[in-house]
């Protein structure tokens, strides 16, 4: 039965999970379990709450799995906006959690060459937003990643990279802007 | 910050951003969003930038999480986190989108496409008249999916029932019409029951429907 499960396409995994079949969940659980982690640690920055706020989404996730709507997004990004928004109100009680300034560059596109399989499944998936993302300024995707992948906000921003708000405001702008065309459906 | 009141689609443009990063506090938040819903340029605009942030997320690092995770969030769900009581049955909807579309084809297909199918019937209203279909599928597990594209009035709760080939009907679930207009049901139903002759939906002890599988 896990073996069979294994094999399901993401859509239909989540179906199953939706039928609440027992060993779905436990599948599901261990196909997402690093990313969902791995989000919400870089954006609580605390290994014990990343726990809780991971565990908590898989809860939701579980909960509202008759939600998900393939039309609009994939199941890893409907997961991943699930432990997001969780973490952004997780950030709203309890501001002020220090950034590692470390972390910004491993965000960064090219950092994830480390481990080329890594790389080349992040390329595949993010596709052509990956690639925009690359031809961004620096300063641009930094911006970005850390107002998307941090959830930091534009004034948190200008601290950790110690500029004017209204700069760091408009990095962010820009940059979520121009990648607005990878998203496009059809071309203008 | 003028969150009172209507707003123009220049103050809409300059918190853009930071209602799609999900940033921004009430009262302006809900001030843009309904700017949003009157004013296209503004929707399309809030859209493409959500979109951009959700995709976003697929590039955070992926962190094995401590030892002992994966037991931790199955026993979570365990105990007491229990789906809303309101049904004892196992379901989902997806709900139809605005504009009243049922139900892209994607979704079914991208779950269902090379999954076996059982059978599949048209539904029928007592009245005449098509109102959807219904499919048994075997894989991952054993349901019934039922999909309704022309929604009648009449009393909110809907009674799904199976024919066994020896003529007996089971009821395998329900639903309420005042939850979701049109859209598709499913529930989990005895492997047995893949065998089923017909499909009737019965409120109140009236048929309302009926599906005939070959
Ligand atoms: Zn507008």
Redesign the pocket.
Known sequence: MMRHLDRLSDDALLAAVALEERDAVAVFVRRFQRRVYGLAVTMLGDAALADDLAQVTFERAWRHAGTYDARRASVATWLLTITRNLAIDAMRVRRAIPFDPDLVSQLLPHSSAVDPQQAAIDADQLGRLGVELAGLPVEQQRAVLLATLAGRTASEIADIEGIPVGTAKTRIRTGLRRLRIAVAEVAP | MSAQGS???EQ??VHADELALGQLDEPLRSALLA??A??P???S?LDSLGTVADRLLLAAPRVEPPAGFETRALSRLDMGAARPPRRSISLWWVAAVAGGMVLAGAFVAARLDGEPKAATATIVAAAGGEVGSVQLIAEPTPHVLVTITAPRPGPATRNCELQRPDGTWVQVGWWDAADVASGVWAVGIDPTLLDATAMRIVSDGDVLATAAFD
Do not use: E
């Open positions: 707003v123009g689609c809409f443009d700017h949003a009157d004013c340029h503004c929707r605009l």
